[in-house]
């Protein structure tokens, strides 16, 4: 029994739990309006060994917030060209990405507060739990 706590503890270390509300990553993220829980690699980007790529889902701190994180798709990486919302053509800086939400009729994101440096970044999507799927929050109080 004891293994197990140890696993859990380790896997907990080394990624995360969030709790994801809101429609900016609909359908990806909260469908039929549900609240999700997503498991984030964390500890990959602490040692430098992951890099975002377009199309990962992505948890950062939000520019110009640093207490609120914000989950979004990567668009862009460094050096490569992304067109705005309205229409004004960007090109990422080194040590930045673009990211967005898949909902971009709600999404506030790099169309509204720019580039996302990669010091920002918290950690890489690996699972997306439906909140009503999961029971972490209210039994085992995780989150």
């Not at 673009?98 to 690996?126: E, F, H, K, M, T």
Request: with cysteine.
């Amino acid at each position: 029994m004891k293994l197990h706590g140890i696993g859990l503890g380790a896997a907990l270390a080394v990624s995360q739990l969030f709790h994801v509300s809101g429609k900016s990553m609909s359908p990806t993220i909260n469908k039929e309006g549900n609240d999700s829980i997503l498991l984030l690699d964390k500890i990959s980007s602490w040692f430098g060994m992951y890099s975002p790529k377009v199309n990962d889902v992505v948890v950062f701190t939000k520019p110009g917030m640093k207490q609120k994180s914000v989950v979004k798709r990567v668009k862009a990486i460094s050096g490569e060209t992304v067109v705005t919302k309205n229409g004004t053509v960007v090109i990422v800086k080194p040590g930045y990405f673009w990211a967005v939400g898949d909902n971009q009729a709600c999404s506030v994101d790099s169309n509204d507060y720019g580039q996302v440096p990669l010091q920002a970044l918290i950690g890489r999507c690996l699972l997306v739990l439906p909140l009503n799927l999961c029971y972490l929050k209210r039994y085992i109080g995780l989150l």
